[in-house]
């Protein structure tokens, strides 16, 4: 009896410290869930687990994308945007490698971590979607009012522009390599500029030096820059922000889509790019506008001899048949692949659908507007945390037309995939085409590797992995033929 009454003993004691050690484990261990499509996601511990130097904080992501076409790199830098009672909060926000948020600015954030001077280490947080109003936070339909602020330092002072010339570049639908006639092209016609150019402003401080913001213009220096031009501009008339640096040097820049800026005319939803007045219409305005519309880089996915692959390299404005890509020209790349076009809002249901039977589908050239099919969005299906979700391959006809007039030889549809598949359902907002004669990296350098990407007439492509197949049957330039099975 005694015996069995120890054991008993013996027996709850151990249960009870394996259960205090599963709590202790559940409460302080790292979880943070990405978001799965639409949903809002949440985190453990919360103000259970953290050290008290911790701090919470709760605002809106502002995001700047800089531009090294150089380098063929670029970088995400987040803010945390907080309206405190004595005015608008801004922290730089740091997160651990692998772990940034993608996303657009204006998506709430809460996170938790350490705040060291104006920069916010972050151990956790939670991004809440969809946005509170797409509306206001993308808005890339209709018109663009857009505000043209150019700049110089003071050693550049003497240099100037006129208001036509910038005119000419930016807003010009006569001239086909500005910025409006190919966001116009692009978007069907369903989006546009307008708007009016300010300045030459000059900044009392020297690039040479490279005093911020004349030198690098970040984000930091928007303030200098709309200051100076606050007097002539009433910002809650624009949306859209381009500051040009008349004679300065320059990386590109701009916020993924709208944020909180702080005007005397009070604070006011804009995107904000800076590129450099050489650059303006050799693509890169328009390139960074893209950013301001909301979308990011147009990547190539490299799976080496295969086509695609789970954990594959990403090369960064590797689509070089996009102009959120890299063409390296002077003037424009192509179109916008369907993955970003479809963000933006420019496709009509009937354009743009998502198959859901086997069969035999065609599609016309995506470059103009038309009443027929042009991009067929095939699912594929995957689990993440014991949950079934979607992702897509966009197929799609690229044809020598309009900003895509340069690429004579394509005979062959294109497939871009989103990154949720890559991510299994983290979106970083990065496009990934796909290459359908692929070369392990020996054999062609890759450049030239990701310009044969197409699946030709003739040619039978199968995805193993979701079980289906596609075969392109007839290209003769005005339509593309498919035949999609084992969906
Ligand atoms: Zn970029």
């Known amino acids: 009896m005694v015996k069995k009454r120890n054991f008993l003993f013996f027996f709850i004691s151990a249960l009870v410290a394996v259960l205090i050690f599963v709590v202790i484990f559940l409460i302080t261990s790292e979880n943070i869930l990405q978001s799965p499509g639409n949903k809002e996601v949440s985190i453990n511990g919360i103000g259970s687990s953290l050290e008290k130097t911790n701090v919470q904080l709760k605002g809106s992501l502002a995001i700047i994308i800089i531009d090294d076409f150089e380098n063929r790199i670029s970088e995400t830098v987040y803010y945390i945007q907080i309206e405190e009672s004595d005015g608008l909060k801004e922290y730089q926000l740091i997160f651990k490698k692998g772990k940034e948020p993608g996303g657009i600015s204006g998506q709430e954030i809460d996170a938790i971590g350490k705040l060291e001077g104006e920069k916010f280490f972050v151990e956790e947080y939670n991004l809440y979607t969809p946005l509170k109003d797409p509306n206001i936070n ?27 010339e910038v005119w000419h570049k930016v807003f010009n639908l006569s001239y086909n390599q500005s910025i409006n006639s190919y966001i116009k092209e692009i978007s069907y016609n369903k989006t546009w500029l307008e708007g009016d150019v300010f300045g030459v402003y000059t900044l009392p401080c020297d690039a ?11 984000w930091e220096g928007r303030e200098a820059i709309m200051d100076i031009a606050d007097p002539d501009i009433y910002f809650p008339n624009y949306s859209r922000i381009i500051a040009i640096p008349v004679n300065i040097c320059c990386v590109g820049f701009s916020t993924i889509g709208k944020s909180i800026v702080q005007t005397e005319d009070g604070r006011v939803f804009l995107s904000y790019l800076k590129v450099g007045w050489a650059d303006i219409d050799r693509g890169t305005g328009s390139h960074e506008f893209g950013h301001s519309l909301g979308v990011m880089h147009a990547n190539d996915y490299e799976c080496g001899e295969k086509v695609v692959e789970d954990n594959c390299e990403t090369l960064e404005y590797g689509d070089g048949f996009d102009q959120m890509g890299q063409c390296f020209d002077i003037k424009h790349c192509g179109h916008f692949n369907p993955v970003h076009k479809e963000f933006l809002g420019f496709f009509d249901n009937f354009t743009l659908m998502k198959i859901e039977d086997d069969g035999i589908y065609r599609i016309v050239p995506y470059e103009l507007l038309s009443n027929n099919l042009q991009v067929l969005k095939i699912p594929v299906t995957y689990i993440l945390n014991w949950h079934e979700n979607s992702s897509y391959f966009y197929l799609y006809y690229r044809q020598p037309i309009g900003f895509d007039s340069r690429y004579s030889n394509l005979s062959g549809v294109m497939i871009n995939i989103d990154s949720t598949l890559v991510y299994y359902g983290r979106r970083d907002g990065k496009s990934r085409l796909l290459d359908f004669s692929p070369h392990s990296d020996n054999e062609v350098p890759q450049r030239e590797d990701s310009n044969d990407v197409v699946l030709r007439k003739g040619e039978r492509y199968v995805n193993d992995r979701y079980g289906f197949s596609i075969e392109v049957l007839e290209e003769n330039g005005e339509y593309a033929e498919v035949s999609i099975q084992g969906l």
């Open 208 to 218: 040479r030096k490279r005093d911020p913001p004349c030198y690098s213009g970040g």
């Open 138 to 164: 993308i808005g890339a339909i209709g018109v663009q009012k857009t505000a043209v602020i150019l700049y110089n330092d003071r050693t550049h002072k003497d240099e100037r522009l006129t208001k036509e």
